[in-house]
């Protein structure tokens, strides 16, 4: 009873993968399954499930050879190996398309993320500038404003010569620089933000 039980299972998973490859197929005790080109190395349940497949293909052989004879069987046997071949050659071809194709589309999406990261960079260095040049005009700024204060604290008749040249063009660059900065801030928080979102630029690039 224990061999017929053992034995259930391996008459269904112990098929031969072709008739020309003699590659095994087994489950030891444990459960796992084994592959194998030695027949030799089958448990006794296996190796006799094999040699009994072996037996019954070359009887059918036999028969089929004493009924259309051995050149006939030979000329069949030569045309289905020609078949398994061109069988074979038209798998490769497939592969070989497969593979193509998706090779095909790896390089699109390879190119989008060379792009991608080309955009990111371009995105970047445009928030960069644009930073850089408002941080420098507000620097600027603070310096003209300073200059201005320090000077206009003093009373009139205590300017030393030139100071209130140097007071009047302070007040000067600090107008202009007014102006600019406005800009400068929209730039930075309002205009370049907005057309990374409409060219669907990640929020997180320009931050």
């Known amino acids: 009873m224990k061999r ?13 993968l072709s008739a020309r490859a003699d590659i095994y197929k087994y489950k030891n005790k444990s459960g796992a399954i084994i592959y194998t080109d030695n027949l ?31 050149d006939e069987l030979e000329r069949r046997e030569t045309e289905a190996k020609r078949a398994e071949i061109e069988r ?19 390089k699109v999406w390879q190119a989008k993320d060379r792009e ?10 445009r928030m960069k500038n644009a930073r850089d040049k408002l941080e420098k005009m507000l620097a600027d700024f603070k310096k003209a404003s300073e200059e201005y204060n320090s000077i ?30 406005d800009k400068a801030i929209l730039e930075v928080e309002v205009t370049i933000p907005e057309e990374a979102r409409k060219a669907g630029i990640p929020p997180g690039w320009i931050r």
């Open 88 to 106: 074979e050659k038209l798998e490769e071809a497939e592969r070989a398309r497969r593979l193509q194709a998706i090779d095909a589309q790896l």
């Open 40 to 70: 030799g190395q089958l448990p006794p349940e296996a190796r006799e499930f094999y040699n009994k497949q072996r037996e019954e293909r070359e009887e059918k052989r036999r028969q089929l050879e004493k009924a259309i004879g051995r």
């Open 152 to 181: 206009a604290i003093k009373a009139s008749f205590t300017l030393l010569p030139g100071e209130a040249e140097a007071m009047e063009n302070a007040k000067k660059q600090m107008d202009a620089l007014e102006g600019e900065i």
């Open 116 to 125: 991608r990261e080309s955009s990111k960079s371009k995105w970047q260095m």
């Open 4 to 16: 017929a039980a053992y034995l259930v299972p391996l008459a269904l998973a112990l098929l031969p």
